[in-house]
DNA sequence: GCTCGGGATGGTAGCGCTACCAATAAGGGC
DNA sequence: GCCCTTATTGGTAGCGCTACCATCCCGAGC
């Protein structure tokens, strides 16, 4: 009666293993494991010495196999090595790091096509909650993420219309602040410097141009962009574009901290003034820009704290209460600094 | 007879469904979608046919399960935030997008306890393999990658005795040619400024020390270094340090480029001249290195290239042959600046 | 004392897939 | 023409776990 134990598996300890060395049945380990409140206390101390004494681990893939349902969230950020859904993905481990759920991360490269494909390569899994960047999914997109069957969180930006939940605050109120605050400080042909100019770039955007015309001051000329990849070398270039186009700007406002910065760099290479000749104002106040010299003022936003509150919001979410709110807005912060200080 | 069908499962195709409709054995469905060459060039058609007219895709945890085998890598990193790291995920990323491997990404958050508690949640996933960052493995840790089964890369370093494979760099040569180009053009107060000080923090710091002794300048005073986690504000401030306590200091070799870039912002600050009064030299050359004003002497390192390397040895090692070479030097590069243009 | 409800425990039957082996057909060498 | 190898296909039996349902036991209620 020798039984073919672990013909294929490594050896290691099956949930049987625990059971018979525990004296109980399968079931009732795997319910000590997952719903210990229904174990009576004396199984449940057996368990856990059984569980101990062979370093038994529940196999993930059987588990997600027999429950239909795997412990794992599926994120999805545009880029891994932008600082900001860098900060949002880290808000998200730290806060499922106590959790048993793991991650898996997709990369979309801003790409439309490759969201929709990852996402068919995360719905087999049967994720427990999907979280995704933006709000601007292809229809194709939306339907699966609709029909996901888990929780799912778009983070980022808020607007009308989730698919599920989301986290994030308004791109397009972000611009228009940071326009009306260069105006405020009396900078009149003010730019607007963006690159990559995805969706969100996009909405500040229009935010810079809802304040400009709000003030009289719009003309088109004055913008300055390129769907290239942002990097502070492409700020300096597009600058420098900027003001061969209208040597008379006297601010700009850049669509994000990197480019803010190589403006910043090319002023000084060029000796312009900053704040006088030209007042800079960036976007999400990256830890550089409190340190630059001059300080660079820049729009406060609330990465690691999306990132936390996407998963409050999923685990909520399965944990069956569907939150209250299904939209939250954390808002942004104005940092006045020495760039604009005229 | 009604089959008690899809009791469970949201009702998606199964492999049974697709060898129905295409005439053939479940295992042979299961055959052409894995090995195709080992199917009739008939069935194999008329079994593409049936998954594309159900819209079939396998799942992947069951796979998991039968294969004792998940078509995952586990990647191991401190730290998703620092640059360094997040080019060498997005490089395995890049890897990886046209395979059928998905990722699992964790965070040691620079802690080798982290790290075995992380080993512990992989392994029972049974990976296809394992990349890990740094060669400091707790002594757990080493233990459990050796026994993971699957070929284990040991990335951002080299070293004796690896685990599997290692793909990296010398961060005590890169330490030591970024101090000896300091001493060659003339600094002799050459300060080492670190935050964090990991593994190949130190490292780097040996390597200066090696430079600095061999050329009779090495004075302890001169190194100024903190566990606090790097960033810019902190170069700024540890800078301050350093030259309160040796005000002779005439050069800094800088842990990072983000501390450099501190650095230089105080400098600017504090109206000290770079490259005349100060050198600098930073670590990694970030992209905003060669556009700060003046341009930062950095090591440049190959974080991306690290990445996509580590993926073609594991991928190597999976097919089979292990990789001639089980140690990759991908070696570093000086990129000399203004910053120490005296 | 008897029935009933609810908590605790276990058995059975899969979840969807693949390893293993068997079976059959198709060629190749003598 | 026969035997053996190779290529192609399928059946069976799990992989390790949990959903579902049955069973059992105890105390409460009448």
Do not use: W
């Not at 293993?17 to 206390?41: C, F, N, Q």
């Not at 930006?157 to 605050?169: A, H, K, L, R, S």
């Amino acid at each position: 009666m020798t039984k073919p134990r672990s013909r294929r598996g490594g050896g290691r300890p099956t949930i049987a293993d625990v059971a018979r060395k525990a004296g109980v049945g399968a079931i009732t380990v795997s319910r000590a494991l997952r719903e210990p409140g229904r174990v009576s206390e004396d199984l449940r101390r057996q368990i856990q010495a059984a569980v101990a004494e062979l370093g038994y681990v529940p196999d993930p893939n059987a588990r997600a196999l027999a429950s239909a349902r795997a412990e794992v969230f599926g994120v999805l950020v545009p880029s891994l090595t932008n600082n900001v859904f860098a900060e949002v993905v880290r808000g998200i481990y730290d806060s499922l790091s106590d959790s048993p759920f793991r991650i898996q991360l997709g990369n979309t490269h801003y790409s439309g096509l490759e969201e929709e494909r990852l996402l068919q390569v995360f719905g087999p899994q049967r994720p427990a909650a999907l979280i995704v960047a933006g709000i601007d999914q292809t229809p194709a997109s939306r339907k699966l993420l609709e029909n996901a069957g888990c929780p799912v969180v778009q983070v980022m930006e808020t607007g009308p219309d989730p698919i599920d939940m989301m986290v994030g605050f308004s791109h397009l109120d972000g611009g228009r602040t940071a326009t009306e605050h260069l105006i405020e400080m009396g900078y009149r042909r003010v730019g607007f410097i963006g690159a990559r100019m995805d969706p969100r770039s996009q909405r500040r955007l229009a935010g810079y141009r809802t304040a400009m015309e709000k003030a009289g001051l719009f003309d088109p000329r004055l913008i300055t962009t390129t769907p290239v990849p942002s990097s502070v070398s492409l700020g300096r270039e597009l600058f420098r574009d900027a003001l061969a186009k209208v040597p008379t700007l006297d601010g700009v406002f850049c669509n994000n901290d990197d480019i803010a910065l190589g403006v910043l760099f090319e002023c000084h290479r060029a000796a312009i003034h900053v704040p006088k000749t030209i007042g800079i104002v960036g976007f999400n106040d990256l830890d550089m820009m409190q340190v630059a010299f001059p300080s660079i003022t820049s729009i406060r936003t609330h990465r690691y704290e999306i990132g936390r509150r996407a998963v409050a919001m999923a685990l909520a979410a399965i944990a069956g209460g569907r939150p209250q709110e299904r939209v939250v807005d954390l808002g942004f912060e104005l940092k006045r600094r020495e760039s604009t200080a005229r």
